[in-house]
Each structure stands twice: as structure tokens, then as C-alpha cells.
């Protein structure tokens, strides 16, 4: 079961709109982290148990891509799901990301139904 | 029966064989609330998409604008039982009628309003029908909340 979602991205804003997204879903405020890049959310990988990492591209420091590449090489963060959000149209064919371990991708600008229906398509449930 | 809904009007009803509908939703846009627990309906048919374009005129005819529309429905539904986190969100219209470049962003701009209306409520859109360049019907059952939209010669149901 999805609990624990690490949010990923350097935009405040962003993050501050899939936080309200993931409440909307019913997922609990206190169980959704937030780091500005990928260096910053190992770190907490380390430090909590997280279920799920929504994940910008492309950020200052440590995208997301790069992140998902160390999550792989970890036995204890393998396993987490990586769903990258990304406004950048050449990022993306999902064939490739697959290969380098994404599970899902949600373009940016994203509305908050197109947003919870990727969601839900990669944890096969929302709680609310 | 049938309640219509007028150009910036609301109307909600409990009654299991009323159908409420609204017609030549153009730049205007008409939204669907519906409680399935409750069997409360309602639809809001607003022109504009703020208050602030003239506060006053939206003290009279609040349902003219997307945010006192919607702010007049809800209490309107919640009055009859109806709860917010049950609500089925279905909206329409929006349309860029052509023949007026003012309407055209109007249309724009009402889909925008409502889009950002509705997150902030913490709602999410069941079902949209936006945009386009024609005007549209449509229909809610109160007994059912399923909506129909009718549009150019054509029929959805929403």
C-alpha cells in the first residue's frame, strides 16, 4: 500500500500543487515529503521508508533521472516506484525511461484528474 | 419536470423525476453538481469569470460569475444535504464562438475560472466538455445525476 510519497522537484510551487493533488487523492499530509533535487531526496530515502518518488527531470544539482540510477543500485530503494514529471517534450518516450527504471511519466502542465489518473495506473489504488 | 436554468441562473432540485437543463452554453460555462447519496442536482450557468470584474453586479445576479455562481450553488446543495466530498463534477461550454473575438477569450478564460474554482474546493472534474467553437445543451437527471450533453447535431452523455 502507498503511504509514504517523496515528492521531488526544485519548483516550491510544484511541489506545494502535488501535495495538495496527493490530498485531494486522500493521501495524509504528514506522509508526503518534499526535496528540492535528487541528491536531497536520497537523502531522505535514507532516512524514511517512502513508497513512491514523484520526480522532475530536470533539476539544479541531481535530476531526476540520475536519482532513479542510484535508487537502482540500492537494494532497500530498487523496488520504490519512480514516476518522473517533466514539461520537457523531448524527455520523453516512455520506452526509454522504462529502461532506466521509471515507472510512469506525467507531462507537465498536468491538470489534477490527468495527475490522479497516473497515479492511480501505477499504484493501482487511490486511498480516498 | 423540467427546470430550466437560465444565463446566469443556478437551480438544484431533490426531486427524483425533475431534469435540469441548461441551454446555448457558448463562451458560457454551465456546471453539473451532483450528491448520489443525497440525491441532490444542481447546475450553474455563468457568463463571466470573476467577481471582480464588478462587484457590485455580482451582489444582484451572483450566478453570472464563476466564482459567486459556484459559491451560490454549493451552499444551495449543501442546504439540501448534499456533501461536498460526494460530489460528482461534471462542467461544459467554454466555447470560443468565433464570430465575436471578445467571446472567443471569454470562452477561454470561464475554463480557466472553473478549473481553478473547482481544485480549490478540493474537487476533482468527473467529466468535462470544454471549448470548441458550438454552443451546447445540457441535461441532468436528478434520479440518476447522469448528464447529456447535446451539441452540433450530436449527443453524449457526460
Redesign the interface.
Known amino acids: 500500500m502507498i503511504q509514504n510519497i517523496l515528492v521531488v522537484d526544485d519548483s516550491e510551487t510544484t511541489r506545494a500543487f502535488v501535495r495538495?493533488v496527493l490530498?485531494?487523492c486522500g493521501f495524509e499530509n504528514d506522509h508526503i515529503f518534499e526535496a528540492g533535487d535528487g541528491s536531497a531526496a536520497l537523502g531522505i530515502l535514507s532516512a524514511q521508508p517512502i513508497d513512491l518518488v514523484l520526480a522532475d527531470l530536470h533539476m539544479p544539482g541531481m535530476g531526476g533521472l540520475e536519482m532513479t540510477r542510484h535508487m537502482l543500485i540500492q537494494p532497500r530503494l530498487r523496488e520504490i516506484p519512480v514516476v518522473i514529471i517533466s514539461a520537457d517534450p523531448n524527455a520523453v518516450r516512455m520506452e526509454d525511461l522504462r529502461k532506466q527504471g521509471v515507472k510512469g511519466y506525467i507531462s507537465k502542465p498536468f491538470?489534477?484528474?490527468a495527475f490522479?489518473s497516473t497515479i492511480t495506473e501505477i499504484t493501482g489504488a487511490i486511498h480516498a | 419536470m423540467t427546470i430550466t436554468v437560465n444565463v446566469s441562473d443556478v437551480r438544484t432540485s431533490k426531486q427524483l423525476d425533475d431534469i435540469i437543463v441548461t441551454h446555448s452554453l457558448g463562451s458560457c460555462v454551465g456546471v453539473c453538481l451532483y450528491d448520489p447519496v443525497a440525491n441532490v442536482a444542481g447546475m450553474l450557468h455563468y457568463q463571466l469569470p470573476s467577481a471582480s470584474i464588478d462587484a457590485s453586479k455580482a451582489a444582484e445576479r451572483p450566478a453570472m460569475y464563476a466564482d459567486t455562481g459556484m459559491e451560490l450553488l454549493m451552499k444551495e446543495m449543501f442546504a439540501q444535504g448534499a456533501q461536498k466530498q460526494r460530489l460528482k463534477v461534471i462542467v461544459a461550454g467554454g466555447a470560443s464562438m468565433m464570430d465575436d473575438l471578445a467571446s472567443s477569450s471569454i470562452g477561454r478564460r470561464n475554463q480557466a475560472a472553473i478549473?481553478k474554482i473547482i481544485?480549490q474546493q478540493?474537487?476533482?472534474?468527473h467529466t468535462q466538455d470544454l471549448g470548441g467553437t458550438m454552443p451546447r445543451t445540457v441535461y441532468l437527471n436528478v434520479s440518476t445525476g447522469e448528464v447529456t450533453i447535446k451539441s452540433g447535431g450530436t449527443v453524449k452523455a457526460a
Open positions: 495538495r490530498g485531494m491538470t489534477p484528474e490522479r | 478549473r481544485f478540493g474537487l476533482f472534474i
